[in-house]
């Protein structure tokens, strides 16, 4: 009999986003996380840039949540490869501090209650969005177990089926975290950038999908992963949430010293 060969997705962006090497991986993540008391959470909005521009808000998100050992982490498409919204089902990730399992279970559950999802491995391959949440996870809890959903969309009625889907499933799984991972403004001035990204943050805190997508359509606000974004808080006012509340807010600025053209951050806990 021939044996059954798990699919392996090597990784994209090791030594170029994050650190290459276990050893100055594990040494960046460390210094990277936040140190304050945990908290449960539902949710988290999470920045996907290197390490050396978001790492920090990044960190201090995963350093503020109780986190269990699996993960649904939505994250836009941004090599246009595979459907518009696309979940891998089965498989490993390979990354310098070890490697990470698909939870085929729930991603196979999550698939099965979407209407638009659709199963499909070309969408990850290259996508950096995803990869660079999990050396973080890997960190904090050791054996990480996740779904990953890659999406171009930003249609309301998908953002709205593909996370009434992750809250079924997840409700059923438990415990699980809805990590959606997304920047905020491009390449705009520092002012024009914390503007924006203000107005969509406030519709974050106030737990509106629908508002915050119409938000940054409205206001041309590039928000790489707010159909993700939409997506989690679809999943956790499903699932119950109450609150969220911004962890820390920066700009690539605030590391290189350029506030001509910066990126934004932002990082957000929904409960």
């Known amino acids: 009999m021939t044996p059954i060969m798990t699919p392996v997705r090597e990784a994209a962006v090791a030594g170029q986003f994050y650190p290459g090497s276990p050893d100055a991986l594990e040494k960046t993540v460390k210094e990277l996380i936040g140190m304050g008391p945990a908290a449960p959470a539902m949710g988290v909005v999470v920045p996907h840039a290197g390490y050396m521009y978001s790492g920090r808000v990044a960190g201090e998100v995963y350093g503020s949540v109780e986190l269990p050992q699996t993960f649904v982490i939505v994250g836009p498409n941004h090599t246009g490869l595979g459907p518009a919204a696309s979940i891998m089902t089965e498989g490993l990730w390979r990354l310098p501090g070890g490697d990470a399992s698909i939870d085929q279970k729930l991603a196979e559950t999550i698939l099965d209650s979407s209407r638009y999802l659709e199963a499909d491995d070309r969408a990850h391959h290259f996508e950096h969005s995803i990869e660079v949440q999990l050396p973080f996870l890997q960190h904090m809890v050791g054996d990480v177990h996740f779904v990953p959903i890659a999406l171009m969309s930003t249609s309301v009625d998908v953002c709205r089926d593909i996370g009434l889907a992750v809250a079924k499933a997840v409700q059923a799984a438990g415990p699980v975290l809805v990590v959606a991972s997304s920047d905020m403004t491009h390449y705009e001035s520092q002012e024009q950038a914390r503007e924006k ?25 590039s928000m790489c992963g707010v159909a993700p974004a939409t997506v989690m808080l679809f999943a956790c006012k499903e699932m119950g949430a109450t609150q969220a509340r911004l962890v820390r807010y920066e700009t690539s600025g605030d590391v290189t010293g350029d506030y001509s053209q910066v990126v934004g951050y932002a990082g957000v806990i929904v409960s």
């Open 197 to 221: 990204d203000t107005l969509a943050i406030e519709r974050l805190l106030a737990l509106d999908p629908e508002g915050l997508l119409g938000t940054v359509m409205d206001r041309n606000i």
